[in-house]
């Protein structure tokens, strides 16, 4: 499919900019507060991500984490961006940060690239056509929630939100085999999709946190809502979100109220 491989290419020239940054050079900046750092290499693959595809798609538009480009989603090809996916990780040197990059079309999402540098990890996928780990089909795990790991996000930016985190943490601990928090939220969505996590959840992201994700997982045979089970936002507000497989999901007891 060639707007897939076209995002594939970008987001793999994304990884090779993010692969140029030398530990004593990231420079961090705050944004809003320590939490949450934006260095100039968010700026500087955004930069590129967003020009490349514009020169491929000249009638696209997009919605992106760093600055202003937040068109409407509703209507033709809007390519949503996260330049850099676990910015923590990245500014702190610790190699666990993807490139996002989602297409929607008609205002739902359409085909999705993630891209891990130092991992060389190409996740992809488009609606109806599968998705795909370094080009070879993928699939979600089909084992019980108690067989496998679970992913979990501290939504770091929002203090409210950190009693929940770790009472739904504590609470599902001795429902799996052990609990993750690697701080990239579109590569948590690809690794359940790679079958390498059974569920996931966080209290807080954005739409180019998992407009990618999205659409591999589902492709791979998973599902993601929001934490009440209705649909994920599509309109570019932030929500809360857990993903898995429906067997994962229901054994959480994250829908029943016994979590
Ligand atoms: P970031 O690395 O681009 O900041 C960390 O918990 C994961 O969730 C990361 O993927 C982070 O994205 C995202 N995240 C956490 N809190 C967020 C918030 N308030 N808004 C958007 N994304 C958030
Ligand atoms: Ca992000």
């Known amino acids: 499919m060639k707007l897939l491989e076209d995002m594939k290419k970008v987001a793999l020239e994304c990884g090779n900019i993010m692969l140029s940054a030398s530990s004593d050079e990231l420079s961090v900046e705050t944004k809003t507060g320590c939490r949450d750092l934006v260095t100039k290499y968010d700026v500087a693959v955004q930069n590129y991500a967003v020009s490349a595809l514009h020169e491929m798609y000249p009638d696209a538009k997009f919605f992106c984490e760093e600055g202003t480009d937040k068109d409407e989603l509703k209507e033709g090809l809007v390519f949503v961006i996260d330049p850099i996916d676990g910015t923590a ?79 739904k943490a504590k609470d599902i601990l001795p429902k799996c085999m052990d609990l ?12 359940l999709a790679a079958g390498r996590a059974g569920l996931f959840f966080e209290e ?56």
């Open 89 to 167: 990780n990245f500014a702190w040197d610790m190699h666990h940060s993807c490139v996002s990059i989602g297409c929607f079309k008609d205002g739902v999402p359409y085909a999705g690239a993630v891209y891990a540098p130092y991992t060389d990890e190409m996740f992809t996928g488009a609606v109806g056509h599968g998705a795909y780990f370094n080009d070879k089909p993928m699939h979600v795990t089909d084992l019980p929630l108690r067989d496998t790991i679970v992913l979990f996000g501290t939504a770091p930016y929002n203090a409210e939100l950190w009693d929940e985190t770790f009472r």
């Open 180 to 191: 993750r928090r690697y701080g990239a939220a579109a590569l948590d969505l690809c690794y």
């Open 204 to 259: 807080i992201l954005a739409l180019w946190d998992f407009a990618a994700g999205l659409v591999i997982l589902n492709e791979a045979g998973g599902v993601a809502m929001r934490l009440d089970g209705s649909p994920l936002p599509l309109t570019g507000e932030k929500t809360n979100i857990i993903a898995g497989t429906e067997k994962t999901i229901a054994e959480s007891g994250f829908m029943n109220g016994t979590l």
